[in-house]
């Protein structure tokens, strides 16, 4: 295993990213509105406006979804981590990237490319999707 699952000292933490909490609160705020309105008209409409809304907050939610940069390696934490923040030391990093992927559209995904020879299974951790992502790759490279 190439990561530690553990919490971030604050003391440690040089930058941190997230989701802006104004944007996530507004559109909770739109989206719970817009659920009460059609929950009167359609149930099962209403109810799975309700639980999209839920699971765009859970992981929009800046406390849910991150990534902290200290001077040993980063952590980060979002729904694939089963919201349980990982630790990567900087030693079993090789570079960080923007991955462009189209499906429907254009999805952005930072991603860690570990050195070879250390995690046969899998050589990317696809990081949480936060506000600035390419600000974020710049920054965790400047770190390497």
């Known amino acids: ?7 971030p000292n604050d003391s440690d933490i040089i930058e941190s990213f997230c989701y802006s909490k104004i ?12 659920s009460i309105v059609t929950i009167s008209l359609n149930i ?5 406006v309700f639980f999209a809304t839920f699971y765009g907050w859970l992981i929009t939610n ?5 990534i902290k940069i200290t001077r040993e390696g980063f952590f980060y934490k979002d729904i694939r981590t089963g919201f ?6 900087w030693h079993l990093v090789d570079k960080f990237y923007v991955e462009e992927r189209y499906t429907n559209k254009k999805e952005y995904h930072v991603a860690v490319k570990y050195n070879e020879g250390i ?3 899998g050589l990317h951790h696809v990081l949480p999707q936060v506000s600035g992502i390419h ?3 710049d920054t965790l490279n400047k770190y390497l």
């Open 44 to 48: 099962f409409l209403g109810l799975f």
């Open 1 to 7: 295993m190439n990561f530690e699952e553990r919490e």
């Open 84 to 89: 349980k923040p990982r630790f990567i030391k």
């Open 23 to 34: 944007l996530t609160i507004i559109a909770c705020i739109f989206l719970g509105i817009t």
């Open 62 to 66: 800046p406390i849910n979804n991150w």
């Open 119 to 121: 995690d046969l299974k």
């Open 135 to 137: 600000k974020v790759v």
